[in-house]
């Protein structure tokens, strides 16, 4: 029996799940940056990125390989990762590392998903089968199937669909816990975007988007002075191989510590800029098909491969973002056991003869019937920008005059009268500028952020081995 303390991974990721949370990235070292690669269509065939089923044989004897708190994963449940990875390795051409150390790097990152989840739990984030089911409804409505088709694809290749819906649901765990323990904690002020876009104005115009791989050796918390020495000196052994000739992807596999170990190191395609300033400075040295020295950071001992590089369009120039807004008014009547559909219909006619025939103002009907919170201002929703109302509301407000009042309108809220007031257009390239800037600084401290924090969950965790030696 031993412990250990290992590196923080991010959890296992699965195709489909993909779809639904292309959003999240959770634990890249380098860099969150945002959209993801779209997903592959689903499929359950090997290497595919599902966990293959179960054996049936009713004589194979499974047993204890790893307890973490107070959970066990199986030696069965590691065979069917391994045999996953293994098969994913094989279709990207990386070249296969050693078993042993395959098997190191899959258990890593089976112990970081399973304390991960249980701190979810323990937090009392919870999915309901309501939400769970409309996730898996758009993961189908965007592989354009039925989620009956789907379920049929997985069973009919041995894939239960019970077991892929709890694969869904851990998933929305994570990405909640880290919502809350990660993303919520992030803070980025005007003072900072205002000195992040004054250099962007100052740097040079040439802009590249880099296409990197990595290799991580992890430091673990609160390590000793012999812990780092004997860390530093495993890193440079891993540089002194790649400097002979050794495969990038290979070693990665071997020896990296990073969540991408697995995928041969390969990081993808990132705007510098949303990478910490110590590796952006020393890739920016390279040629495609070269490494950076061993770089330290308080992670680990990182080495970045330059795979390629391209030239961006000119980020200075923002694009002209003209927007119109519409300065609306409405009168509703709800439809209630006291209020039929017929019957609110009829009194919003009669309300729109009274204002056509300049009986009455639009703000006095509004004050006197309508039933929502605009009613004590006349019914004036102020400005409205596209996307701010329903679109069984906007799309018949968009084509009113101004001055000019609707046909009763039919939405989930119930009847309405609208009456647009005034329109203007605005450019909003400034305002869209510096949410970009904000969402490079938010990547940027969301990175180290969510380092730090999945290291954490890993170190507090009790890990014991129980695989035969």
């Known amino acids: 029996m031993r412990t250990t303390r290992l590196s923080p991974l991010r959890p296992h990721q699965i195709k489909l799940a993909a779809v639904l949370l292309c959003a999240l990235a959770t634990g890249d070292v380098l860099a969150q940056a945002k959209p993801a690669a779209p997903a592959a269509a689903p499929s359950t065939k090997p290497g595919s990125g599902f966990l293959p089923p179960a054996s049936s044989n009713a004589h194979v004897i499974d047993s204890v390989y790893v307890i973490v708190n107070d959970e066990v994963i199986t030696k069965r449940e590691v065979d069917q990762r391994m045999a996953e990875i ?48 409309r996730a898996i409804g758009r993961i189908a409505e965007n592989q354009k199937m039925t989620v009956q088709d789907m379920r049929n694809a997985m069973e009919k290749d041995g894939l239960p669909f019970s077991q892929f819906r709890e694969q869904i649901r851990n998933e929305i765990m994570m990405q909640r816990l880290i919502e809350h323990e990660v993303d919520s904690k992030i803070q980025v002020t ?10 962007e104005k100052a740097a040079a115009a040439d802009r590249v988007e880099m296409d990197i791989s990595q290799i991580l050796v992890r430091i673990p918390e609160n390590a000793s002075p012999e812990q780092i020495a004997a860390r530093k000196a495993r890193a440079d052994e891993v540089a002194r191989q790649l400097r002979t000739g050794a495969d990038f992807a290979k070693m990665a596999a071997t020896y990296s510590d990073s969540p991408d170990a697995l995928k041969g190191g ?8 949303r990478l910490p300033p110590i590796f952006a400075s020393e890739l920016h040295k390279l040629k495609p098909g070269q490494v950076t020295p061993v770089i330290r950071t308080n992670v680990g001992f990182h080495i970045i491969k330059l795979v390629n590089q391209r030239k961006l369009a ?22 209630t056991p006291t209020q039929s559909e017929d019957d609110a219909r009829k009194k919003l006619t009669e309300i729109k003869q009274k204002i056509d025939s300049k009986q009455a103002t639009f703000e006095d009907m ?30 018949p407000m968009n084509a009113l005059k101004p001055g000019e009042v609707s046909d009763v309108i039919k939405t989930p809220l119930g009847l309405h009268l609208v009456q647009v007031i005034e329109r203007k257009s605005e450019d909003v390239s400034k305002e869209k500028e510096r949410a970009a800037a904000r969402q490079v600084l938010t990547d940027r401290k969301r990175q180290e952020a969510l380092e730090d924090w999945s290291r954490q969950v890993r170190d507090r965790a009790y890990v014991e081995f129980r695989e035969d030696k």
Do not use: C
């Open 314 to 335: 000119d980020a200075q120039k923002a694009d002209q973002a003209v927007v119109q807004q519409t300065h609306a008014r409405h009168i509703l009547l709800k439809i």
């Open 366 to 395: 509004a004050r006197q019937y309508s039933n929502d919170g605009s009613a004590s201002k006349g019914g004036d929703l102020g400005w409205l920008f596209p996307g701010d109302a329903m679109p069984e509301f906007e799309n």
């Open 86 to 133: 293994a098969q994913r390795l094989k279709a990207q051409g990386a070249q296969m590392p050693a078993e042993e150390d395959l098997r190191r790097q899959v258990v890593e990152a089976m112990i970081t998903e399973r304390a991960q989840l249980q701190l979810a739990k323990e937090m009392g984030v919870r999915v309901d089968d309501t939400t769970l089911d």
């Open 190 to 199: 005007d003072a900072e975007i205002d000195t992040y876009m004054a250099a």
């Open 266 to 273: 390969s990081v993808g395609w990132r705007d510098p800029d």
